[in-house]
């Protein structure tokens, strides 16, 4: 059975820096991320990574958030620098299974940051 679990959220002023993990079990996955969705807004993606490390980060977040992940421990990790209050939003980690066998979201965690 699959399970994820968030941590790293919180509250953080303008231009500073958070950092968001996520644990993943129970299976292997071929990409891990993180979405985000902000009150009255549709949820979005924020960046995904494969097993070898390729990437895909939205424009809104490129060069201030890196994505990465440890394979051995099945975790993505999301660094985010020079935060901007609309940053703040419920951040949700996704994994797909190998083969696109399935896909599964955490519970979310909150970010803030304050202006």
């Known amino acids: 059975q699959v399970q994820l679990v968030e941590s790293g959220g919180g509250l953080v002023q303008a231009g500073g820096s958070l950092s968001l993990s996520c644990e993943a079990s129970?299976?292997?996955?071929?990409?891990m991320g993180w979405y985000r969705q902000a009150p009255g807004k549709q949820r979005e993606l924020v960046a995904t990574?494969?097993?070898?490390?390729?990437?895909v980060l939205a424009g809104s977040v490129k060069g201030r958030f890196t994505i990465a992940r440890d394979n051995a421990k099945n975790t993505v990790y999301l660094q985010m620098n020079i935060l901007k209050a609309e940053d703040t939003a419920l951040y949700y980690c996704?994994?797909?299974?190998?083969?696109?066998?399935?896909?599964?979201w955490g519970q979310g965690t909150q970010v803030t940051v304050s202006s």
């Open positions: 996704y994994v797909q299974l190998r083969g696109n066998l399935g896909n599964y």
């Open positions: 129970g299976s292997i996955f071929s990409i």
């Open positions: 990574i494969t097993r070898s490390g390729r990437t």
